[in-house]
């Protein structure tokens, strides 16, 4: 079955960075565009970045342009989420889905910027 698994999230201060992975097993994740979402406190989801199934035209939210990067390793089937200058509006969970509308998605993984 499909199974998506983040990690790497955790507490950092702010202008910190931290690197997020997705690991993920059950479908042709090569041939799959993936997604990174997040639903900050008391919020709904809210799209972060994805990207095209061969690592091409990589998109971000304004609110996250300049700061993350997203990338992916196919043969590794994994994602991956570089969050740099880490800013306090950042605090939420982090999921990577594998559709558009994020119904399939994983547990999630906390990042929580504070100082």
């Known amino acids: 079955q499909v199974q998506l698994v983040e990690s790497g999230g955790g507490l950092v201060q702010p202008g910190g960075s931290l690197r997020l992975s997705c690991a993920a097993s059950g479908f042709t994740f090569g041939a799959t565009s993936m997604y990174w979402v997040r639903q900050p406190p008391g919020k709904g989801l809210e799209?972060?970045?994805?990207?095209?199934?061969?690592?091409?035209?990589?998109?971000?939210?304004?609110?996250?342009?300049?700061?993350?990067?997203?990338?992916r390793d196919n043969a590794k089937n994994t994602l991956y989420l570089q969050m740099n200058n880490l800013k306090f509006e950042d605090t939420a969970v982090y999921y990577c889905a594998k559709d558009p509308i994020y119904t399939t998605r994983g547990q999630g993984t906390q990042v929580t910027v504070s100082s």
Not at 47 to 70: H, L, N
């Open 47 to 71: 799209w972060v970045s994805d990207i095209r199934p061969g690592g091409t035209i990589p998109r971000y939210a304004d609110s996250v342009k300049g700061r993350f990067t997203i990338s």
